[in-house]
């Protein structure tokens, strides 16, 4: 949880930079991730503290996280669909979020979202979001005459997103399909890494940023 503060203060104190980019909301969701954490730790840790009030269930917080996935998929193909070049790639992103809605909707019908993880929901928008990442990291590199990828935030932005959301739908269908393979490879200490990576690759972008990123992303 510490790495989602350290990101949200790294990205207040940058903000000048890119203000009035695309990326122009992104403290908000970093600190709607850190809240999101937060709440969920609380839930599940803290007696009484509960958002289901069903017998067995009172430490479930599976709602929290499935609420804040689908801002996250959301937001970050939107940014990707404004900042791609290449029409094809603006297709991908456009279509990847149609989908992500759709299997958001589909989900409900097959798991409880107030009980459960939304794993179609996550299935589809990890693999648009890992997609769109990928897509932008190429086009990033057959640009000439820009800044070094390393000082742009968009690439380490990439960078994160690929390390977290290749890992998470795996874990999360592990974790649907084999319970006990999921506590015998200890997968949640693997998902908590992957999220320390994410938000670390977040960190560090908002470090080594150079330039104001409306020259680079557009509005």
């Known amino acids: 949880m510490m790495l989602y503060a350290v990101a949200l203060v790294l990205s207040i104190m940058r903000y000048r930079w890119y203000y009035d980019s695309v990326l122009r909301n992104l403290p908000i969701i970093i600190a709607y ?13 803290v007696e009484g503290f509960q958002i289901v009030y069903k017998e067995g269930f009172s430490n479930y917080n599976s709602l929290v996280f499935n ?34 809605i759709l299997a958001s909707l589909i989900d409900p019908f097959f798991h409880d979202p107030i009980l459960y993880p939304q794993y179609f929901g996550i299935a589809v928008g990890s693999t648009a979001l890992v997609g769109s990442a990928l897509f932008y990291l190429g086009e990033l590199k057959s640009e000439k005459g820009k800044i070094p990828a390393q000082r742009n935030l968009m690439f380490w932005i990439c960078i994160g997103i690929i390390g977290f959301h290749t890992l998470y739908p795996i874990i999360m269908m592990v974790g649907l399909l084999n319970t006990e393979l999921y506590m015998k490879l200890n997968l949640r200490y693997l998902l908590h890494i992957a999220i320390t990576v994410m938000y670390g690759c977040f960190a560090l972008g908002f470090l080594r940023m150079q330039g104001r990123l409306v020259n680079i992303l557009g509005k």
Do not use: C, N, S
């Not at 991730?33 to 840790?45: C, M, S």
């Not at 996250?72 to 940014?79: C, D, K, T």
């Open 33 to 45: 991730a850190l809240l999101g954490e937060l709440l969920g730790f609380l839930i599940r840790e």
């Open 67 to 100: 609420i804040f996935d689908i801002v996250f998929y959301l937001y970050f193909l939107y940014v990707f669909w404004k900042t791609f070049r290449k029409p094809i790639h603006k297709k991908f992103a456009y279509y990847g979020a149609a989908l992500f």
